[in-house]
């Protein structure tokens, strides 16, 4: 369909000048960003609270361990030295009498066969006497000795039964003690036995936790008593230092357990308890690498939650928004092609959504207009020959109204007169006017009337009356018509003259059967009648004076009981064989139109010489 | 409510991860151990051993049977190099020269083949000493050897006045002592002197016996047969120890109550025993090893004393002698009995 439409730029050349500005937010970003949001947010709170929640109990869990470690290693240590405190008990059960040394010399004997961490013993009887001093290494003394009553361990064994000594190293490398054990009774004396305190190793190497923590012990000063590596024990107290800040850094934690660096130099989580009855401290430690592995596998488990999710939102976001976007930039494309003209247009969505049944609206839509176009260009065409309401029935009723075909016509046609003579003298400016004027009256007149106007012919115009459109009573209708055309251009006629233009008006009217339809070709369709009654029409027309509506037999019938008609005769029209009884509208139907004639001294009615004047100029 | 050690332990888990995690994640972590490892293949190390003894020698088999349990397998990831000059330190000198030029890891040394050894200051060496390591010079102190020796000392010298007094102990009858006693020996000046001291103190009469290695071993027991002695006392020692079941027999022959410092000697005949077990303690000795050769200085490895002495008491020999019932009395003590 080839249509003005069809260029945007000569319809709307706005459209070019002003283009509608993208949206600086895309629909498709938003939605992407909410959706994703939406997703990850809860995702990721979420994951962050299971992962503290989760690191929150395991440290706990392992603050428990460590606590429990370093209770169990220190429980340990106490039995190892209540287990000698007790083996030493033995030797203080008998009382002492004079000079009964060796059974008290053979019981230190087997206590030293039961108990390997005693290097030597010393018996002191109720005096504070030494008795007795049995030793794996030096030499034994038996027999009254020094007296000892003044001595640390004498003293403090008889203050509380169990008395223990500091720890002391020998030559400066292993770990020695003193404990001094009274007798139930004072008789009994006392025993002080020297342990080596390097057999607690036994004690403290199968302490484990997890792979690779471990515990040790340290005294007041810092100083190592016992470690799973034995030598660092014996190393002296190079160390002491870094135990010290050890402990005291534990001790600030106030029982907890802490991260701190470790003797080795590598980050553990430690926690402390105290020996009691030696005053030790005991120190569990697990390198931080193995105590929060687990908590460390929890926090990139969250991460990896955290990311696929992340992922999988983005995803999901990319497609939901595209889906929810990719619709409306289809429609909102179509909007725009439309807008631009192209109406064959179409949106296909299949959403299965609101949005496809926008997109199916869209396309009624837009099948709609473009019918609505259609008719709008074909009112358009219809309204060069039809009166526009006249236009508008035949659109609103059936197009094929158009279609050619025969029927009952009622055909007038008007034609100036003296118009050659007239065109002949004037300038071309004012036949323009005079044309112009003449056209806009007779178009106002037949458009009132509802008649078809097939066409102005120069000076000369041709109306049809019940085509396409039947109307009842098409005679009177076409009389009524006519008489109205002529007063009007008879009011112009008046002031032509005025002008010193001699200009009449002439107008004849038949009915009867005719060929009607549209003829043309491209954009220049008219619509016409053939037949007869045009002829007709336009004969009587010819011969009809200025002023004068000449009326064919059939019509002069049809209407002669509505207006009145003066018979004119028989007369011989050009292409008819026999004379036709023709009639004029009477004078007095036409007064009101010829009144201002008068007054301008102008023929009225048409007087006879005046008629077979103007009928040369046909 | 974020405490210290949350902070603390938040930053070190962040460390770590980033520290290792990231290479797992990268996917480097999956493939770098494995080239590392191919790139390296399992390491042989390289044990010089040297002694003063004899093959067989149970102090080595006991150093074998601690890197065993160690993991190490003989000829797999360890290689010995045995040297032996029985009873004689001065034939190991041009194994020290070799030792210097060879590319060992670690150097074994037992006994008197330690003072040979003092030459070496490039080689990490393991001793295993009767005598006192911070008095020969090879250690700075015990706690803290400070230079390429470290090892194990039996405390011979404390054990040899112990060792007069369980005879005396068991016979108190006792008084003449021979001392058989080999000079070329470190600290055997120190071990004499204690023992004569502890001999006095206990009202014996030690006879000695010096003799100056395993050349003069034979002039040593003629010596000692002629002094009328009631018991005989031998310091433990690298040629004594090879010449054990000489020593052991002629004891017996004498009808003389012997005195020795390791269980070896009781297996071989000698009737009693008192001082710490050697082959425990070259057991122990391969632990040692076992660090030095993972990379750890001997300088921070303090000199090991044994806790644990054992008295050996044969009693066969008790019955050859006839002293069964002498010896019953200290059977309570004893810690190996060889019936």
Redesign the interface.
Known sequence: MRSPFLEPNVRYPDRIAFPVARPRRSLFLKYFFTLFVAVVVPLFLGAISDAWFVYRDQ?LQLNALLQAEAWSAADRIQTFIDGISDQIGWVVQFPWTEDEDDPHKIDA??L??QV??IVSITLVDQTGTERAFV??????RIGRGVNMAADRAVLGARASQVWYGPVL?R????PYMVIAVAGNRAADGIAIADI?L??IWDVIATIKIGNTGRAFVIDDSGRLIAHPD??LV???D?GSTVFNRLKSTIAA?NG?????TSDAGN?V?AASVRAANVGWTVIAQQP??EA?AS??AT??RALALVLVGALLAAALAYWLAHRMSEPIRQLEDGVQRIGAGQFDHRVTISSGDELEQLANRFNEMAEELTVSKEKSERINRLKRFLAPQVAELVEQSDERMLEGQRREIVAIFGDLRNFTAFSARAAPDVIMAVLSEYYETVGAVVTRHEATLTGFGGDGVMVLVNAPVARANPALRGVRLAIDMQAAVQSLVVSWSSKGHAIGFGVGIAKGPAIVGTVGYEGRIDYTAVGSVVNLASRLCGTANDGQILLDPVVAEGVKDSIAIEPLGMRLIKGYDHPLQVSAVACSDLRQSHSQKRKAGLPVCGAADEVRRIDGHD | MISPFLRASLALVWVQMRRRDFIALAGGAMTWPRVARAQQPTKVYRIFWVSTEFQPDPFLDGFREGLRERGYVEGKNVVFELHYAAGDPNALRQVISDLKGGNIDLAVSSGPATRAMMAVTDVPVLFALSGDPVELGIVKSIGQPGGNFTGSSFLSLELAGKRVELLKDIFPKLRTLAVISNTNHPGEQSEWRTTRQAAQALGMDPVYVPFFGAREIDKAVEVAGNAHADAMLVFPDAVTMVHRTKLAEFAIAQRLPSMFGWSEYCDAGGLLSYGANQRATYFWLATYADRILHGEKPANLPVERPTKFELAVNLKTARALGVERAISSILFRANKVIE
């Open positions: 440290r004997e087997r030293l066969q390997p961490a030793s794996r290494l030096g030499l034994n190293y030559r400066d490398s292993e080596n390097k057999l034995i030598s014996l190393r002296g190079s934690a907890s357990a802490v991260v701190t980050a989580v931080v690498s929060l908590i460390r926090l990139w």
